[in-house]
């Protein structure tokens, strides 16, 4: 089980897990729940470089797009393809089996604006 | 918004192609979440609301009411509909009485259709029409009896409906009246008959509208507590019976929105609560699961069915939707009339006599894509290199697994089997011209 309270968190609704150097991303339960169904996943090649704020990639429900974006620099080390041949792991379990991508840091230094959980559950108004 | 239209900017920021090399992309994101249950200041909910919370349903904004959008899972609720039945609130929706011995003619000057030669019990899908010959709102007309009319009209357009009636009841060639005012001591629908006049009544407050569609939905409307099961019993679609629940009256109407078999009760809002129970009871052995808005709209749309807002608006004639076969010629005149003849002369649909102008106006067309990247509302449909039209509705269809959208096409590629392409943010899939509805449902 994810431990919520360990993941750092950006106004764009994902989530990071960083171990060493590679950071884990997906997009939060509010943000799967929001974009409802997910049915499609356009995500990244392996070993392509992304830099923050970067769209990196698309997520569609039956009634909307949302983007992904790369939340700090690296390269890509990981793509979810079970979650690209069941975009319903998304909804699912967005903090585990609906992981996206995975980010090898260049730095270990954390990008500015990331919020813990009680940051995030503020900006959603929502509790823990 | 646009009026009536369903929300497909709800949540993280739909991306229309416009938008594309926009280098505030990010912004969709961030700022359309957080405030996406606040986009009204006023927002109205149906009676229905605390079941609604009780379910843990996501609400949106839908023409100023807050609804439900999903409860748990649209695809599961689409499905359902599809395979069981989904029940579904839509007590937004405005309904007007239209009475008296000139309600019909009346009807047939403020609609498209022939409204005056309905049979009492039967419904009809009709437009009402601005004097350009653009359309206003699409309704359903139920005739209740021999002068007396029910007209369910779009929720975001229940204000131009209500300014289109009280306008036309003064122009119609017949003596006629307008009210907003809520009927005082409604015990039956026939209890308030007006007279020598021609009355139409803007009842939208006093009346809830609950929608229990798909294959099973006759077995759980007959089943439930309170419901006289014998109203069904005969009841051919696009029909509609006054009956009665518990002692409440009741219109029960074999009408839908979803392209499945189905019921629409309307009852007094101060029933609406226990109605809904009763039929979530009787559905449980059936599969009825509550549906949403979403789930709603990619039903529809594989139904073919138009949304206003989105294939329908002020700007389109009905022709153009495939909707001409909704407005009768054959009756005095209406309001639209006028327009809708020199259009025809004009050659609106390329027949001959057409001029580059007129002929050069869209219609409505069906387009299948394939893969699981679906057009959306305001993309660009291209042919070649060459934009040509606009989605109006698109979604990776639920039932059939592929891309379906509708979109306004010049008549010349019109044709069924053409081959164009929509722009999917920045990738043109291609999509082939197809025959509406995308899915029919077996008999």
Redesign the interface.
């Known amino acids: 089980m994810t431990d919520l309270n360990a993941l750092h968190y950006t106004?764009?609704?994902e989530w990071i897990s960083i171990e060493g150097d590679v950071a884990t991303i997906g997009i939060t339960d509010?943000?799967a729940?929001?974009?409802?169904?997910v049915?499609?996943l356009?995500l990244p090649e392996i070993d392509s470089a992304v830099t923050a704020?970067q769209?990196v990639g698309?997520?569609?429900?039956?009634?909307?797009?949302?983007?992904l974006?790369a939340p700090m620099d690296g390269d890509i080390v990981g793509v979810n393809e079970a979650a690209v041949d069941d975009p319903?792991l998304v909804?699912s379990e967005p903090f585990a089996g609906g992981w996206l991508i995975k980010v090898r840091v260049a730095t270990s230094e954390l990008p500015a604006g990331l919020l813990d959980r009680a940051g995030y559950a503020a900006?959603?108004?929502g509790s823990l | 918004m646009t009026e009536g239209e369903?929300p497909?900017?709800?949540?993280?920021?739909?991306?229309p192609s416009a938008t594309l090399a926009s280098a505030d992309?990010?912004t969709?994101?961030?700022d359309s979440?957080?405030t996406?249950s606040a986009a009204t200041p006023e927002p109205r909910f149906t009676p229905l609301r605390g079941i609604h919370e009780s379910l843990g349903a996501?609400f949106t904004d839908f023409g100023g009411w807050q609804m439900p959008?999903?409860y748990a899972?649209?695809?599961?609720e689409?499905r359902a509909v599809r395979e069981a039945a989904g029940i579904f609130d839509i007590s937004h929706m405005a309904e007007f009485l239209v009475t008296g011995t000139g309600a019909g003619q009346l009807l047939d000057y403020a609609l498209g259709g022939k409204l005056s030669t309905l049979a009492v019990g039967r419904a009809k899908y009709s437009l009402l029409l601005a004097d350009d010959g653009g359309i206003i709102d699409d309704v359903i007309v139920y005739c209740l009896g021999p002068e007396w009319y029910l007209v369910i009209a779009n929720a975001g357009n229940r204000e131009a409906v209500a300014a289109a009636f009280a306008e036309r009841v003064s122009r119609a060639p017949i003596a006629a009246a307008f009210s907003t005012a809520p009927i005082e001591g409604v015990h039956t629908f026939g209890g308030v008959v007006g007279g020598d006049l021609a009355r139409v009544e803007d009842v939208s407050d006093s009346f809830s509208l609950i929608a229990v569609q798909g294959p099973r939905a006759g077995e759980i409307v007959a089943g439930a507590a309170g419901v006289d099961a014998g109203a069904l019993t005969d009841l051919g679609y696009y029909a509609a019976a006054q009956t009665t629940f518990d002692d409440s009256p009741m219109l029960l109407a074999r009408t839908g929105y979803t392209g499945e078999d189905g019921y629409e009760l309307l009852v007094p809002n101060a029933r609406a609560v226990e109605l809904w129970a009763a039929l979530t009871e009787a559905g449980a052995a059936f599969g009825l699961v509550p549906a949403g808005l979403?789930a709603r709209?990619?039903l529809r749309l594989e139904a073919g069915m138009p949304l206003y807002g989105h294939e329908l608006s002020r700007g389109v004639l009905p022709a153009q939707a495939g909707l001409g076969r909704t407005v009768s010629f054959d009756k005095p005149d209406f309001v639209g009339r006028e327009a809708l003849e020199a259009a025809a002369a004009g050659g609106s649909d390329g027949a001959a006599g057409s001029t580059p102008e007129t002929a050069a106006r869209p219609v409505l067309v069906g387009l299948v894509a394939e893969g699981?990247?679906?057009g959306?509302a305001g993309y660009a449909v291209f042919d070649g290199e060459t934009p040509v039209g606009e989605v109006t509705s698109g979604?990776?269809s639920?039932t059939l697994g592929h891309p379906i959208a509708m979109a306004f096409v010049p008549p010349s590629l019109a044709g069924e089997g053409t081959v164009l392409s929509i722009d999917v943010?920045g990738t043109k899939v291609p999509a082939t011209v197809t025959a509406l509805p995308f899915y029919r449902r077996k008999k």
């Open positions: 106004p764009e609704h509010y943000a729940e929001q974009l409802g169904d049915v499609f356009e704020g769209v698309e997520i569609e429900s039956t009634k909307s797009v949302g983007e974006f319903s909804n900006l959603t108004g | 369903f497909t900017t709800l949540v993280v920021g739909t991306v992309r990010r969709l994101m961030t979440l957080p996406a996501t959008v999903r899972s649209d695809l599961a689409h979403a709209d990619t699981r990247r679906a959306r979604a990776l639920p943010r």
